[in-house]
């Protein structure tokens, strides 16, 4: 009988590890699905904001893509503004009007800002939200956490993310916010590059298409970005695209013996931002040569980057009437 109940007891305290094992098992094996359902998110969201064109349509998309993640109820995105530091709330999920009246706004001083947007990941419960806050918590916030997206050396936007149903944030939902925030700094800086860039061409073509005289815009190579029709006419051309189709090689439409002096030129715009202004001989498509006075200036980026040179030129003969 002895024997019995030491087997018995022997095989109660297996059954107790068996069971412990198969518990541990399950949470594996739930932490491992949910790695893998935050490992299809952020693969979902570099696909997803590798089509869009603008910083809204951006933002709008992680939205979209975080409300998706296991323990999230809402969430914001808030965007500093460049000159004057304030922070402001670009798009939100699941909040209510109350607490957007609440964070829409932050001025660089604010204290509620100064705790919340640190440029550091920070977690909240309720109990320590910052004060000026209180409408967060009566919202039934019960968890809430900021990640900075840093473009460059300082942060640019910050992700807030909370929770209603939970005190804190599982910690693979914590870890894979971090590096999504920081995959999101560098997407999203190339988006407002894009965008900027797009934006300035658009205008430049706009200044170019609309401008009374000849003008083109050239790479740092000499190559024909854009060309109005004035300027293509110049050379015996119906229009710009006739011309671009013909040639892209600015230096294509200028005398042999010219080139040289004009790429000295270009290359002395571009080491000194130099404007300068001199008299040439451009070619005609018909073979013939004319007399042109021209002006070139150096085109900038956003960052102050040299990315251009406008190019003005006058057809000399054509002023001399227009002055009689």
């Known amino acids: 009988m002895q024997y019995r109940e030491i087997i018995y007891t022997e095989l109660m305290e297996a059954v107790k590890i068996l069971r412990q094992q198969i518990e541990n098992l399950r949470e594996d094996l739930k932490g491992y699905r949910l790695a893998a359902r935050l490992l299809s998110m952020q693969r979902d969201l570099a696909v997803s904001l590798g089509q869009v064109r603008t910083l809204d349509e951006g933002v709008e998309r992680i939205m979209a893509v975080l409300c998706g993640v296991e323990g999230i109820d809402c969430l914001g995105f808030h965007d500093t503004d460049p000159v004057r530091g304030d922070i402001i709330l670009k798009a939100h999920r699941g909040i209510s009007r109350a607490v957007v009246k609440t964070v829409r706004h932050f001025s660089a001083a604010d204290p509620r800002a100064v705790c919340l947007f640190t440029g550091r990941p920070a977690h909240f419960h309720p109990d320590e939200f910052p004060p000026g806050l209180e409408t967060v918590a009566a919202d039934g916030v019960r968890a809430l956490a900021v990640f900075p997206v840093y473009h460059g050396p300082e942060p640019r936007q910050y992700?807030?993310?909370?929770?209603?149903?939970?005190?804190?944030?599982?910690?693979?939902?914590?870890?894979?916010?971090?590096?999504?925030?920081?995959?999101?700094?560098?997407?999203?800086g190339e988006i407002r590059q894009r965008q900027a860039r797009e934006e300035s061409e658009a205008r430049y073509r706009l200044l170019v298409e609309s401008a009374?005289?000849?003008?083109?815009?050239?790479?740092?190579d000499g190559s024909i970005v854009l060309i109005n029709a004035r300027a293509a006419s110049l050379h015996g051309f119906r229009n710009a695209e006739e011309l671009l189709a013909h040639s892209r090689d600015a230096f294509?439409?200028?005398?042999?013996?010219?080139?040289?002096?004009?790429?000295?030129?270009?290359?002395?715009?571009?080491?000194?931002?130099?404007?300068?202004?001199?008299?040439?001989?451009?070619?005609?498509?018909?073979?013939?040569?004319?007399p042109v006075e021209v002006g070139a200036s150096l085109l900038k980026g956003t960052e102050g980057r040299p990315e251009g040179i406008i190019v003005i030129s006058r057809k000399i003969e054509e002023r001399k009437e227009g002055a009689q």
Do not use: W
């Open 159 to 188: 992700l807030v993310v909370a929770s209603r149903k939970s005190d804190s944030f599982p910690p693979q939902v914590i870890h894979a916010l971090e590096t999504t925030a920081a995959m999101l700094g560098r997407i999203l």
């Open 252 to 290: 294509a439409y200028v005398h042999p013996q010219e080139c040289q002096r004009l790429r000295g030129i270009m290359h002395r715009i571009i080491a000194t931002d130099d404007s300068i202004s001199t008299r040439s001989i451009f070619l005609h498509r018909d073979g013939g040569v004319f």
């Open 212 to 220: 009374p005289y000849g003008m083109n815009i050239l790479d740092l």
